[in-house]
């Protein structure tokens, strides 16, 4: 073999090498973004802190509405009062489960189900939530008294899920969360104005 062509053969092995050197390294920005931060579409699933408190307060914060809203039917005087409560059940029940589902991915503590968590004073300082004793004289109430107590502490309620989903979207990272979040605003503040609207409120 000449010089030349030694020469040659180390210089195309050095470039062979160069190749997938920039190879493997363009293969690694599919997993991290700027500043080695994991891209979004390689960690879908990733999660932080917020998003695990996200999920353990806004459970039980759904399992309180899901009562509030099933005392409805037998108490309500309103037939738009009772249509609400209905579709209230019908949107938070199955977020429940959602939200369960993931913090046992996330191998996370998920708050009991059917717990009556408006008798748990730790839960009572949580946005929006009802003390035992709001909880009471819904259930005593009856007719268009129930309709004015549920449409005022369901306004209130609401509130603090929107203010929980609001701190979510700031600091939360999983984006099923964040998505959940943007639901619960934007249904829960319709329902707001709804509420105001039936109490003659602007």
């Known amino acids: 073999m000449t010089t030349s062509h030694a020469i040659r053969r180390a210089a195309l092995g050095t470039a062979t090498v160069a190749a997938a050197l ?21 960690e879908a699933d990733a ?18 509405a899901l009562e509030m809203a ?8 309103s037939a738009e009062v009772k249509a609400l409560a209905g579709r209230i059940e019908k949107a938070q ?26 008798r748990h004073g730790g839960m009572a300082g949580m946005s929006g939530m009802m003390s035992a004793d709001d909880m009471t004289a819904l ?10 107590k549920f449409l005022t502490l369901m306004i209130a309620h609401h509130q603090g899920a929107v203010e929980m989903a609001g701190t979510e979207q700031a600091k939360g990272r999983d984006g099923r969360a964040m998505k959940m979040a943007d639901d619960v605003i934007a ?3 319709a329902e707001i104005k709804e509420m105001k609207g039936l109490l003659g409120e602007k």
């Open 22 to 42: 920039l190879l493997a390294a363009c293969g690694g920005d599919k997993h991290t973004g700027a500043h080695g931060a994991p891209a979004a579409s390689a």
């Open 47 to 64: 999660h932080n802190a917020q998003d695990v408190t996200f999920a353990q307060g806004m459970i039980p914060h759904h399992q309180q």
């Open 187 to 189: 249904a829960q503040s």
């Open 139 to 148: 259930e005593k109430a009856t007719g268009a008294d129930f309709d004015r």
């Open 70 to 77: 099933r005392l409805a039917p037998g108490r309500a005087a």
């Open 93 to 118: 029940d199955p977020e429940i489960r959602t939200m369960t589902g993931w913090l046992k991915s996330w191998g996370e503590e998920a708050p009991m189900a059917g717990m009556d968590h408006s």
